[in-house]
């Protein structure tokens, strides 16, 4: 309908612009005198060939622009309004997919399903024969051999629940994702940039599901030695960790993109310096939470528990025991807790460095109240990581300090996205 709008359009001006020059033309003719001379009529001519000329450019002018200032409509406010809060309800529910892993891990759930089907594996034991099967099939597994786990049947429906839990919530969140997606895209609510970003999001989904599988596997194979304690590989852990950070990262920042109206922010140095403060505060902290993966999958946070020193060392004896050297890094339970307590300190530190900058420039209200959030929770996140090592990492402080890396990356999101910068 609109480009027939526009071809009528169109076709008005060319008929008004083709009867405007056939009447200048006319006039010019009817106004000549037959006597005069033929150079008179030949310059008259040339006027009226240049009218015409002029006119049709502005015609084709009017033409060309038509389409460009006809365009798309926008997203209606009350359509970007719904899409800015679906996104963030699909951060909140990645960021309960975060929790419920780590409880499940720290809980040692992790293992107790076996299996892997994408639609038979939504229906849990119900019969007291379906429990007494997975927990026999449970026991043919290293966790269960090797470890010599006390565990009777009603102490395995209790881990059942958390990896069961996990997984379920891992698919509520691929429907809450795609469901409503479908729904905004018939109603026109998504705007074409943001059409491949979905398409992106839903990719991450699918290799998040995988890659949790793939992570569970690593600990589900056969140990040829008692010594090696089975458990999940440190580096899929890592992995799986890292993706879903990502998924939630990008979901909170397209929530905020359609909820909150952007800065205009002076060019100046000091806000680029802030601007790029913001960005490296999210990488530190994204970079600090995966080492707390590798702590989390070597047990690492069992090795000292004292603060600030390691066992009244500041530098721990067996940091480099492992050959070669660098396998230290990631393998060695004693460095990994070590790299993983000073990159949350000068992570940390750094927060609070760009709070006070923050402090000293001429930020909206918003952007002020985004880096005193960020400063704050910098101190109840390492607050959080010094108890939970001097208490010997229980669930609930450990689970709520993987909890408070999340909420610390989501104020360095919030407040790079307060200082973004707009396009001209």
Not at 57 to 69: D, E, G, H, N, Y
Not at 105 to 114: A, D, F, H, I, P
Not at 345 to 367: H, I, N, Q, Y
């Amino acid at each position: 309908m609109l480009s027939r709008c526009i071809f009528a359009a169109s076709q008005n001006v060319l008929l008004h612009q083709r009867c405007s020059l056939f009447n200048v033309s006319r006039n010019a003719i009817k106004q000549s005198n037959p006597s005069r001379s033929f150079g008179s009529l030949t310059s008259k001519w040339r006027l009226t060939t240049s009218l015409v000329t002029k006119r049709l450019a502005l015609c084709f002018s009017q033409i060309v622009r038509s389409p460009t200032t006809l365009a798309t409509p926008s997203v209606s406010p009350q359509g970007q309004k719904a899409v800015g809060l679906w996104l963030l309800g699909c951060a909140g529910m990645t960021f309960g997919a975060i929790v419920i892993g780590a409880i499940t891990r720290l809980t040692e759930s992790g293992l107790s399903m076996t299996q892997w089907h994408v639609i038979k594996g939504m229906r849990p034991p119900r019969t007291q024969e379906e429990w007494e099967a997975e927990f026999e099939r449970y026991k043919q597994f290293p966790e269960y051999k090797f470890l010599g786990r006390e565990l009777d049947l009603d102490g395995f429906k209790n881990i059942f629940f958390w990896e069961y839990t996990h997984r379920m919530w891992g698919r509520s969140i691929a429907l809450v994702f795609a469901l409503p997606a479908l729904f905004f895209l018939k109603k026109g609510w998504i705007s074409k940039p943001m059409k491949p970003r979905l398409a992106i999001y839903f990719t991450l989904l699918g290799f998040q599901g995988l890659l949790g599988w793939y992570m569970v596997k690593s600990g589900l194979e056969g140990q040829d030695e008692k010594s090696v304690i089975p458990r999940v590989s440190q580096y899929r852990l890592s992995a799986h960790l890292g993706s879903a950070m990502v998924l939630y990262v990008l979901f909170l920042w397209s929530g905020l993109n359609h909820l909150l109206k952007a800065h205009q922010l002076p060019n100046t140095a000091q806000i680029a310096r802030l601007r790029m403060g913001s960005h490296m505060g999210m990488s530190l902290i994204f970079l600090t939470a995966i080492s707390g993966a590798f702590v989390a999958g070597l047990d690492a946070g069992l090795s000292y528990n004292t603060w600030p020193k390691m066992a009244d060392r500041w530098v721990p004896s067996d940091m480099f025991r492992l050959s070669p050297k660098w396998k230290n890094i990631l393998e060695n339970s004693a460095m990994v807790q070590f790299n993983h307590r000073h990159l949350g300190e000068f992570t940390g530190t750094a927060m609070l460095g760009l709070w006070w900058l923050c402090r000293k420039a001429p930020l909206p209200p918003r952007a002020m109240m985004a880096a005193n959030a960020l400063a704050v929770m910098a101190v109840v996140q390492v607050g959080l990581g010094i108890a939970t090592l001097l208490a010997f990492v229980p669930v609930h402080l450990a689970a709520t300090h993987q909890s408070g890396a999340i909420m610390l990356l989501s104020c360095a999101l919030w407040l790079g996205n307060e200082l973004k910068k707009m396009p001209k």
